[in-house]
């Protein structure tokens, strides 16, 4: 991908640079609000994550600054706005729309938290295909507590993850998850005593290895796919599966393990 066509953004609240490598990373910037995502936010999401796969991105990172990954909707604009009801419909259309562009744009999105993971945090965080926490990570849906409603897809992706039964907890007692019974719920596939960034860097260079196309499908047609009925997803994924498995980039592929020379798959 061209790094410099990055520049084109023009963002307050996130921070975007580029490697050679065409991995990108996305970074929350507004620490000092513990990242708080405030409707300008939600705006400059959905304007790079609509751009970035067209750009040719082969794979995000998705991190922020400070100490908390994100602390959810900004209640202070909230409630400073004094939304009415068909307000707050559209605000949340809005972040729908930034997160549907990240599940099903066809980019690998790997999110490395740390702290706070809350409320639209949680939403943020739950929209990306892949998620690394660190020990101080931790997943909560305050929502309940603070008179609201989940309003950024949990009631989808939240749930896809935990189940009904665990979410409704989470929002009923603000029940926090972290550490190992975080993964053990399916809150993170990682958890990591280190540094979230350098692992989803990491994660994030081994998918952009893959081709485009491939990582493509699994990034968008698997969420697709869940979204129909079990014979009209058999009949996606034939369709799907008929056109990455015969692309180009596959054929040096297949020929380098039908003569031996590609790697084979190990346990470690
Ligand atoms: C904020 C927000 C916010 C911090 N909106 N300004 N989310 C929540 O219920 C979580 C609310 N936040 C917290 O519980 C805490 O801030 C944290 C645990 C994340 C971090 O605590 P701490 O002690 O490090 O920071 P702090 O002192 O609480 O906050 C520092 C500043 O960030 C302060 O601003 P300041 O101008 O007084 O310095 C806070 O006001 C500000 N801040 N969190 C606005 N969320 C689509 S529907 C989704 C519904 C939801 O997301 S509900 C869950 C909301």
New binding site residues.
């Given amino acids: 991908m061209d790094i410099a066509k990055l520049e084109q953004f023009d963002l307050t609240y996130l921070n975007v640079t580029g490697t050679e490598d065409g991995v990108v990373r996305v970074v929350l910037s507004r620490p000092?609000?513990?990242n708080?995502?405030n409707a300008d936010t939600i705006e400059e999401l959905i304007e790079v994550f609509s751009k970035l796969p067209r750009m040719g991105a082969r794979a995000v990172v998705l991190a922020a600054e400070g100490?908390?990954f994100c602390?959810?909707?900004?209640?202070?604009?909230h409630h400073t706005e004094e939304r009415r009801p068909e307000d707050f419909m559209h605000?949340?259309l809005r972040?729908h729309e930034a997160f549907n562009k990240m599940e099903y744009g066809g980019v690998p999105v790997i999110a490395a938290l740390k702290?706070?993971v809350?409320?639209?945090?949680l939403?943020l965080a739950s929209s990306a295909h892949v998620r690394v926490a660190d020990q101080s990570t931790y997943f909560a849906l305050?929502?309940g507590?603070?008179g609201?409603?989940?309003?950024?897809g949990a009631t989808i992706r939240v749930a896809d993850l935990v189940g009904k039964a665990r979410m409704i907890d989470m929002m009923l007692t603000g029940r926090v998850y972290k550490q190992q019974e975080a993964v053990d719920v399916g809150l993170c596939q990682y958890l990591i005593d280190g540094d979230t960034d350098s692992k989803a860097m990491e994660l994030a260079r081994t998918a952009a290895q893959n081709p485009p196309l491939s990582n493509f499908a699994i990034c968008s047609a698997i969420s697709h796919m869940q979204n129909m009925s079990a014979l009209d997803a058999a009949y996606a994924e034939s369709v799907v599966a008929g056109i990455v498995n015969t692309q180009e980039a596959s054929r040096d592929r297949l020929e380098a393990f039908a003569n031996k020379t590609a790697a084979r798959v190990r346990p470690d």
Avoid: M, N, S
Avoid at 71 to 77: H, M, P, R
Avoid at 118 to 121: A, D, E, F, K, T
């Fill in positions: 000092e609000k513990r708080a995502l100490d908390h602390a959810g909707l900004d209640l202070v604009e605000v949340c972040w702290g706070a809350v409320g639209g945090g939403e305050p929502e507590q603070r609201l409603f989940t309003g950024g």
